[in-house]
Structure formats: structure tokens, C-alpha cells
């Protein structure tokens, strides 16, 4: 027995290729009258990785100013996730709005974050799209995409961006 969609995570880089799979979890959306979930991970990175043993001596004052500038990006992003989802949302019929339950940014690592907010919010399947690598792209998946398939406990839809679509301009988040 197949279960029913009625939340559906869609995860977000804000790239062409995420933008095209917005598209396929709209339209799960609208066929299975469910709710999407947007999420957007601003990826962590230790102030460690770019100064080693100097980081211990890094001023309190310029971690909390990275700090501020971090959550105002996070704060814009929300911002043009809000505006993404109602022009997608509107493609498909009257109240786009109703389409979108909830748009989440947060800073951490994409894969820990996708699976523990598919989990947290009790998503019924998870949507993301995936970058092509050149001649290989039949071959392999992006790291996350990969890492969210091999851990996921659900359903993941894992939408590639076809040739003719490279061009998409104006489809970037």
C-alpha cells in the first residue's frame, strides 16, 4: 500500500536546478492536495577551517559581527523563498499561497538538516534536485543528494536538471 503525500519536504540550494525541482513538488502538491515544507540550510563553517590554531585567538567581536551578517543573510533568503514559492505556487491554480506551509532557513550541514526536518515536521517525502557533472552526470548524484538518499528513512525524489534547461535564466533563486 503506498502511502498518502500530505507533506512534502522540498529542500533548496537556490540554484537553477533546485528551482526546476520546485516545480515537481508543486505539482505532487496540487495532484495529492498536500503541503510543502521549504527548507534552505546556510551551510556551517567553522571559523577553524580558514584560521587553524589563530582561531583561538580570533576576537569575540568578529565572530558575533559573522554571526549578525549570517542571520541577515538568512533573514533575505527567507525573504526570496517567500517570493519564489507564491510565483512558482501561482503557475498552478488559484491560492498559491495555500500551497507552502512553511519556509525554514537555518545554518548547519544539508544533509543533517534535511533529514531532521523531514523528520521533525513529519514530511511524507523529500524533493531535491541535483547538479549534472559533466560527462558523468548518469553516473553521479551531488554529495547531498546522495547522502539524504542512502540515510533517508522516506521517500526521496531526486530531480535532475535536463540538458535543455541549462539555460533557465531568471529561475535562480
Not at 495529492?32 to 582561531?55: D, F, K, M, R, T
Not at 547538479?131 to 538518499?149: C, E, I, M, W, Y
Request: charged share 25%; with cysteine.
Amino acid at each position: 500500500m503506498v502511502p498518502h503525500i500530505k507533506k512534502i519536504l522540498y529542500a533548496t540550494d537556490l540554484t537553477v536546478n533546485s528551482a526546476y525541482a520546485s516545480y515537481f513538488a508543486a505539482d505532487l502538491a496540487r495532484t495529492h492536495n498536500a503541503e510543502i515544507v521549504i527548507l534552505h540550510c546556510v551551510e556551517a563553517i567553522s571559523p577553524w577551517v580558514y584560521l587553524g590554531a589563530a582561531a583561538r585567538n580570533f576576537p569575540l567581536f568578529l565572530q558575533e559581527e559573522k554571526e549578525r551578517k549570517v542571520q541577515e543573510d538568512m533573514a533575505e533568503i527567507k525573504k526570496r523563498l517567500q517570493e519564489f514559492s507564491l510565483k512558482t505556487a501561482s503557475r498552478f491554480g488559484p491560492n498559491p499561497q495555500n500551497l507552502v506551509s512553511e519556509i525554514i532557513v537555518t545554518a548547519g550541514y544539508p544533509v543533517e538538516e534535511i533529514l531532521n526536518v523531514a523528520s521533525t515536521r513529519e514530511c511524507d517525502i523529500i524533493v531535491l534536485g541535483t547538479h549534472g557533472k559533466g560527462l558523468l552526470k548518469q553516473t553521479f548524484l551531488g554529495s547531498t543528494a546522495r547522502s539524504v538518499l542512502e540515510r533517508s528513512v522516506k521517500p526521496v525524489f531526486i530531480i535532475p536538471l535536463p540538458s535543455d534547461k541549462a539555460c533557465m535564466r531568471g529561475e535562480v533563486l
